[in-house]
């Protein structure tokens, strides 16, 4: 974790931008790299019953770190996505609880702190 779910962007064009994207945020988060996911969500949006281009979003699912971080981490994508040729682009941050996250069937905080 972090896992960045990107809504309404080109799947290559993100490709473009995923190492130095990355890069920044491990930086930042000081995690290690493979902790990190990205997707590329595929959605159709509809209005008035006619497909539309959506909004161009980044869903960040993570623990949270303060509001320093997490507004360095939303400067930090929104550049990058900018770069790409979007011009407009909502950051939305969503705080994963510790107790309820598992990997591999073990609770995640009985790996860290092994209780």
């Given at each position: 974790m972090p896992a960045l779910r990107l809504k309404s962007i080109d799947?290559?064009?993100?490709?473009?931008?995923?190492?130095?994207l990355i890069d920044e945020l491990?930086?930042?988060i000081q995690c290690p790299r493979d902790y990190f996911s990205i997707e590329v969500?595929?959605?159709k949006y509809i209005m008035d019953g006619k497909f539309v281009g959506g909004p161009q979003m980044v869903d960040?699912?993570?623990?949270?770190?303060?509001q320093?971080?997490?507004?360095?981490?939303?400067?930090?994508?929104?550049k990058h996505?900018?770069?790409i040729g979007y011009k407009c682009v909502d950051v939305i941050f969503h705080d994963l609880d510790a107790k309820k996250?598992?990997?591999n069937g073990e609770?995640?905080?009985?790996?860290?702190?092994?209780f």
């Amino acid at each position: 974790m972090p896992a960045l779910r990107l809504k309404s962007i080109d799947a290559k064009r993100a490709l473009s931008i995923s190492k130095e994207l990355i890069d920044e945020l491990q930086e930042l988060i000081q995690c290690p790299r493979d902790y990190f996911s990205i997707e590329v969500a595929q959605s159709k949006y509809i209005m008035d019953g006619k497909f539309v281009g959506g909004p161009q979003m980044v869903d960040v699912f993570w623990f949270d770190r303060g509001q320093e971080v997490q507004d360095k981490a939303a400067k930090i994508i929104t550049k990058h996505i900018n770069s790409i040729g979007y011009k407009c682009v909502d950051v939305i941050f969503h705080d994963l609880d510790a107790k309820k996250y598992y990997e591999n069937g073990e609770h995640f905080l009985k790996q860290i702190f092994s209780f």
